[in-house]
């Protein structure tokens, strides 16, 4: 079985700062997907950036890039210039390509963007 | 277009009565996911739709808890004799599952309380 794994359960940063936050899965699989997912008050979850096992370069979308580590299952997530509309829970989450494609999540990091 | 809608919203219900939640995913959305989240389990996976039929159901906690959908659009989970520690928000999402990957798309969850 798949397991997600995130260390940080809250951090808090200064808006315009740049934050990481880390993310690592265990899996015998080859092929899968991996996601950043966002989830403010309003309970929503919203895509932030997927990230496809067998792409070597690392996805990016605007103020969001991932650093993917395959070998290490290794995905972290950076936000760059961090705005207050950041503040939210971030998920990571893993997929198998196979199957159900069910979505595996991480425990979640609280991340707070104070003015 | 329409997104993914859940209702209730919020439902409070008394230890040892049924509820229904309910899903409409968006228009065409072949696939179709039940997810919990609840503070001490995190975000989990409940069970999988491929059109009316589910071939996934491994993530039901128990069997007071079952799903259907009808028409191959709106689900309906239905929890038995609640718990208390069915309190959770319900979430729901649908997919494409055209090619080779179907992102989900996430509806706003049912808060259920169970007093």
């Known amino acids: 079985a798949q397991t997600v794994t995130q260390s940080q359960p809250e951090m808090s940063v200064q808006e315009a700062e740049t934050v990481t936050l880390s993310c690592t899965y265990d899996?015998?699989?080859?092929?899968?997907?991996l996601f950043w997912y966002k989830q403010p008050p309003s309970r929503q979850m919203i895509l932030v950036i997927r990230?496809?096992?067998?792409?070597?370069q690392n996805a990016t979308e605007n103020r969001f890039s991932v650093n993917f580590q395959k070998a290490a299952k290794s995905f972290s997530l950076k936000i760059s210039d961090s705005q207050l509309g950041d503040t939210a829970m971030y998920f990571c989450?893993?997929?198998?390509?196979?199957?159900?494609?069910?979505?595996?999540f991480g425990q979640g990091t609280r991340l707070t963007i104070n003015p | 277009g329409a997104g993914v809608s859940q209702s209730p919203s919020n439902k409070v219900t008394e230890k040892g009565k049924d509820v229904e939640l309910r899903c409409d995913p968006i228009?065409?959305?072949?696939?179709l996911y039940w997810y919990r989240q609840s503070l001490g389990q995190g975000l989990e996976f409940l069970i999988y739709?491929?059109?009316?039929?589910?071939?996934?159901k491994s993530g039901l906690p128990s069997d007071r808890f079952s799903a259907e959908r009808t028409g191959g659009s709106v689900s309906t989970l239905t929890i038995q004799r609640t718990q208390q520690e069915d309190s959770a928000v319900y979430l729901c999402?649908?997919?494409?599952?055209?090619?080779?990957?179907?992102?989900?798309?996430f509806g706003p969850g049912t808060r259920l309380t169970v007093t």
């Open positions: 989450a893993f997929m198998k390509l196979q199957g159900a494609q069910k979505l595996v």
């Open positions: 999402a649908s997919s494409v599952r055209t090619g080779k990957l179907g992102e989900q798309y």
């Open positions: 990230q496809e096992a067998y792409k070597q």
């Open positions: 739709f491929q059109g009316n039929s589910a071939p996934d």
């Open positions: 228009s065409g959305h072949t696939a």
């Open positions: 899996t015998s699989e080859n092929n899968y997907y």
